[in-house]
């Protein structure tokens, strides 16, 4: 019994003792958590509850060298709604839908069809995308729950393709991949904030207030030296061009010679960097920096230099070439474009004799011709702040044949890039000096100071001043009359520069496949432009001063207009001319006819419409005295070459007219219209009765008529 009873009261105590050790152990774990460990376990719990998310930065603007805005950011919005969220009713739903139809131009049963057509128990149906501020407004006013709105930053190219290939374009990570948008990536970019925020046990991400932030640092804007207004005009000419010629490409740059400065840079075909995923991949390369090609009689620039340089040659010295036009060098023909027969170096390079200029190179060592190319910037990159950019091909000496050095003095076994070539001829409208291209004139942080500026940079001296005095009257030779580059010239102004038609080199031979270039400065006694026009494989012609030297005129012709202070210098430079003889029009375009005639300070009437001259009166030879007129008779009915009325016309002559009342004559035939100055007009370009596609500009210069003139008129 006691025995039964012990063991009864032992059980009694063991339970006892159980129940009272559950609390001592809870109340040692208390002391454990909040006093031993609970400074850990806080610190634990911050860590699963709190995060951070990134503040993105704004990426910095691409400017032009006038302030124009050309890339920039924009915020769009999309609207979504959680139809299963506690508390939401179907007139609220309504009320989001008739809000977004009157926002968007949908209508309110395209949305309530969204809603019901989508998965069972969606929480997420995107309503819009893209939507504009004035939308997100309405819709956050509705205070509904439910309804989500989210913000996204986008690139936007204000001017759509202008200058593409030189600003580039950004991914859907905002990150630069083409241009300036990727060379100077880090710059524009910025460095994304941090915000704390704190999870849910559904890990749902909420704000709450006193959260530590830390400030975006927002990224730097760069102003460029591309002039938007000469990119515009470029952009038109080159592509007008293209089409003109049936090239398949083309490129054209601009440059400030003094400085190094790019004004213009472009390429056709080109691509809409808001959508550049829908032209071809090929319309994105930069082909003006990337492409290397041989370059033909541009390049006898070197030649040319060294020659003069190394005394191995003398401007009138007398060159003899095969009747043929065809010369045997070193077991291999060398021709030149026609037979010129026999002239001096001067003609050589006027009229670009290839038979003639290999002669003259083959007098200098081959260690001396390669050193004149290299200093020239061939062969090596030029250190463009542009992507991608080629360093061109310049074998070294002992790599030559003995056919390189003649066939290079012309252009081919070597590759250059257009830049190369460009700045090559730079140098020699500077002084001789060889200069550091650029775009990016300034970068400037988001409080409007500047943080960095480029300077003009000189790489070498690349040509004496005595020879650019010697050779600048040979390259204005090019432009004359007895010239490669007739149809580069305008009127008024000197020009100096090069044509050039390389053959290609495909599958290891050479096609009957051609690109056609055209170099030039101007003008010749204080350089402000060098223009270079490259055609690859044109089909109205094969050579540059045909078909590039036109394109060189109008982008010129369309600049002058623009440049107030080389206009004013024009005028001031012609001279009057007291008698000229006609010179023989027919068969020439309206422009053509119209420039010879300009040259020779001979006024003209256009009588009939059509691109070719099919009469002339007086008849050629005849002499016109000063303030004689020339008629020219346009056909309309030449084969092949009328001039479509409904998007061609014949440019107006608004001089002596009000500036109202020539922008209403231009605008009411089809142009645009760049005014600069007011009063009365007194110059306008391109000339009266030049024939241009509808749709481009007309630049008209005003002046205010003296008070004289006005006092007389009112009596």
């Known amino acids: 019994m006691f025995d039964a009873r012990s063991a009864i009261i032992g059980r009694i105590f063991l339970v006892l003792g159980l129940v009272l050790l559950l609390p001592v152990a809870i109340a040692l774990q208390i002391v454990r958590i909040q006093w031993v460990e609970g400074s850990n376990l806080k610190a634990l719990w911050n860590a699963q509850t709190l995060d951070y998310i990134p503040v993105q930065a704004q990426r910095g603007n691409i400017l032009d060298s006038e302030g124009r805005v050309l890339a920039t950011n924009s915020i769009t919005y999309t609207a979504a709604i959680d139809p299963q969220v506690p508390g939401i009713t179907r007139e609220q739903i309504d009320m989001v839908c008739n809000t977004l139809a009157r926002h968007t131009g949908q209508t309110a049963t395209h949305y309530q069809r969204l809603i019901h057509n989508a998965p069972r128990g969606s929480r997420y149906i995107v309503l819009g995308r893209n939507l504009n501020s004035d939308t997100h407004e309405a819709l956050r006013e509705l205070s509904i729950r439910g309804l989500i709105l989210e913000e996204q930053y986008r690139r936007r190219y204000n001017f759509e393709s202008l200058a593409s290939h030189v600003v580039g374009h950004v991914n859907h990570e905002f990150t630069g991949v083409m241009g300036l948008e990727s060379y100077y990536n880090r710059v524009l970019s910025g460095k994304d904030g941090q915000q704390q925020v704190r999870k849910d046990r559904n890990n749902r991400i909420y704000a709450y207030v006193g959260a530590p932030r830390k400030r975006p640092v927002q990224g730097h804007s760069l102003q460029t030296t591309i002039n938007a207004q000469i990119q515009a005009i470029v952009e038109e000419e080159l592509r007008s061009g293209v089409e003109r010629t049936r090239a398949g490409q083309g490129t054209a740059i601009v440059i400030n010679p003094k400085t190094g400065a790019i004004v213009s840079m472009a390429n056709y075909p080109d691509f809409n960097p808001n959508t550049p995923g829908r032209g071809a991949n090929e319309n994105r390369r930069n082909f003006a920096v990337s492409d290397m090609i041989e370059p033909g009689s541009t390049f006898k620039l070197v030649t040319a230099v060294a020659a003069v340089e190394q005394k191995v040659v003398h401007l009138d010295e007398i060159f003899e070439t095969p009747a043929n036009g065809r010369q045997l060098i070193h077991g291999q023909w060398m021709r030149d474009h026609d037979p010129l027969g026999t002239m001096n170096f ?31 910037g061939f062969g090596t990159a030029t250190s463009i702040d542009l992507p991608n950019e080629e360093n061109g091909r310049l074998r070294k000496p002992f790599e030559w044949s003995l056919v390189t050095l003649p066939w290079m003095s012309v252009g081919y076994e070597v590759q250059v890039t257009p830049l190369q070539m460009a700045m090559a001829y730079a140098a020699l409208a500077n002084g001789g000096n060889l200069m550091r ?74 096609r009957a496949r051609y690109r056609a270039s055209f170099v030039g400065f101007y003008p010749t006694d204080d350089p402000k432009y060098v223009v270079l026009i490259l055609l690859d494989e044109p089909k109205t012609s094969i050579y ?48 053509e006819a119209s420039i010879l005639l300009r040259n020779r300070n001979i006024d003209y009437t256009v009588s009939g419409r059509g691109l070719r001259v099919t009469g002339q009166e007086p008849a050629p030879g005849t002499r016109i005295e000063n303030g004689g007129k020339m008629l020219v008779t346009l056909d309309i009915t030449v084969p092949g070459e009328s001039v479509n009325t409904e998007t061609h016309s014949l440019i107006p002559d608004v001089r002596g007219m009000s500036m109202r009342q020539a922008v209403q004559l231009l605008l009411e035939n089809g142009y645009q219209v760049q005014r600069t100055g007011s009063g009365t007009v007194y110059a306008q370009f391109p000339e009266a009765g030049a024939v241009m596609q509808k749709g481009r500009s007309v630049t008209i210069r005003g002046r205010a008529r003296p008070m004289e003139t006005l006092l007389s008129a009112g009596r």
């Open 437 to 510: 291209p650029y775009i990016v004139e300034k970068v400037i942080d988001e409080n409007g100071r500047t943080v960095k500026h480029t300077k003009p940079h000189i790489l070498r001296q690349a040509i004496h001043p005595r020879t650019i005095q010697t050779l600048m009257p040979v390259f204005e030779g090019v432009i004359s009359d007895s010239g490669t580059a007739q149809y580069a010239s305008i009127s008024g102004i000197p020009i100096a520069g090069k044509t050039g038609t390389a053959q290609k080199y495909i599958d290891g031979r050479y």
């Open 346 to 376: 001067r003609q050589v390079i006027e009229k670009s004799s290839n038979i003639a200029t290999a002669e003259v190179a083959m007098r200098l060592k081959p260690d001396t011709f390669y050193q004149y190319a290299r200093n020239l």
């Open 544 to 591: 540059g001063g045909f078909v590039a030297g036109p394109i060189f005129r109008n982008i010129s012709r369309r600049i002058i207009g623009l440049d107030h202070e080389l206009h004013r210098s024009i005028n001031r430079d012609q001279e009057p001319v007291f008698w000229s003889e006609a010179p023989s029009v027919k068969g020439m375009t309206l422009t």
